[in-house]
């Protein structure tokens, strides 16, 4: 993930790592984030209204924080009230309405609307619903602001008003 100030935040099977393309051509890690998490991280997002990363986990769910000077404040991890802190987390994006949208392995994919780091709602879709699985590897927003799911081999689905289409390979 790119961050305004140049450096790059890297998700990694030891955590998070925050880098800097050096004159050379090399990555160099800028700063110690690794108090963030302990898990591997397997996507990044940041949502436009607050600037807020969050770090979507292998086993520990999605952790937000503020970066402030190579340092992680403000750090909290989403859902724990839901039991939605020990997701398997495998992509993160954002919607058009700067919901933050997860997809998981084994939970379907969710719609966290946050207000900084407070949860204000939640959609879930999984098999119970229409989704068709409950493994979700890419989540992704279109031009015209659907939501499109990618499942684990079983082709796309899109959320359009609120109802899932299914486009599948032949």
Do not use: C
Not at 132 to 161: C, H, I, K, M, P
């Amino acid at each position: 993930l790119e961050l305004e100030s140049g450096e790059l935040l890297a998700g990694a099977s030891d955590g998070l790592h925050l880098l800097k393309l050096a004159a050379d051509g090399t990555l160099q890690v800028e700063g110690d984030i690794s108090n963030v998490v302990r898990a591997p991280v397997r996507a990044l997002a940041r949502t436009p209204r607050d600037g807020r990363i969050h770090a979507g986990t292998e086993g520990e769910g999605i952790i937000s924080f503020s970066l402030k000077a190579e340092t992680a404040m403000d750090v909290s991890t989403l859902g724990v009230s839901s039991g939605m802190d020990q997701l398997q987390v495998r992509a993160l994006g954002i919607g058009a309405n700067g919901q933050l949208v997860a997809g998981t392995f084994g939970n379907g994919a969710f719609e966290f609307t946050l207000q900084g780091d407070s949860l204000i709602s939640l959609l879930h879709y999984d098999t119970s619903n229409g989704l068709g699985t409950d493994n979700v590897s890419v989540v992704l927003t279109d031009n015209e602001n659907n939501l499109w799911f990618a499942r684990f081999g079983l082709g796309l689905a899109r959320l359009l008003d609120r109802a899932l289409v299914y486009y599948a390979a032949d």
